[in-house]
């Protein structure tokens, strides 16, 4: 896992060097920006594809987001019937998650019902999750108090609060963050199905 923050930029901007980052190694190892992953070409040619959450649901999905949400059902539609869709013949950033989706996220200026938080698709394949940070230590503290009543309410494990954590928020400058996969970038520059032939070590083994 490759994770990097920026301070002053925002998941924007983190989108910008996804893009930069990935069409450098592309360059660097196959001398262009192109991927052949499982007969497909990917042209990584930017500026990439960007797409809503709301969107993807309205594209791919057989209800609506809000609706996915109510039934409980969010992550079910997006792995089965939006994620496979995403990321051919171009690489795309899913953005713009619905607020609950985004715990550590900030939430859109003016649209409270969204979080600034994207996912990159190559093939079908997500490759990072970041997203602007929540650096009020007040929300932030908020969220964690919710989450813990519904916790309690649901009669599951209710965790303490992260105090540490939540005092350090308050010297946190504005600033966006990342996680990728780099197994899984491995996985696709190398054309292989899966993580397990391109790491040191599967599961089995340890």
């Not at 060097?17 to 990917?42: F, H, M, P, Q, T």
């Not at 649901?57 to 995403?86: G, R």
Request: glycine content about 4%; hydrophobic content about 40%.
């Amino acid at each position: 896992m490759l994770e990097w923050y920026s301070t002053g930029h925002n998941y924007k901007d983190l989108m910008d060097e996804c893009e930069d980052l990935i069409c450098s190694v592309a360059r660097l190892i196959n001398g262009n920006n192109k991927i052949s992953y499982r007969g497909r070409d990917i042209q990584l040619d930017t500026p990439w594809t960007q797409m809503s959450v709301d969107a993807a649901f309205h594209q791919f999905a057989s209800m609506a987001m809000d609706t996915a949400l109510a039934k409980d059902c969010f992550d079910e539609v997006m792995a089965n019937e939006i994620e496979p869709n995403l990321g051919s013949p171009t690489p795309l950033f899913l953005y713009d998650y619905p607020a609950p989706c985004g715990a550590l996220a900030r939430l859109k200026p003016g649209n409270d019902l969204l979080a600034e938080r994207f996912e990159l698709y190559i093939a079908g394949i997500e490759l990072c999750n970041g997203f602007s940070e929540l650096t009020d230590a007040a929300e932030q503290s908020a969220r964690f108090e919710k989450e813990q009543h519904l916790r309690r309410s649901l009669n599951k494990t209710v965790y303490p609060m992260p105090h540490k954590f939540l005092s350090a928020l308050t010297d946190m400058p504005a600033a966006a963050g990342n996680a990728l996969g780099i197994d899984r970038l491995v996985m696709l520059f190398a054309d292989r199905r899966t993580i397990d032939e391109v790491v040191a070590f599967v599961p089995e083994d340890l």
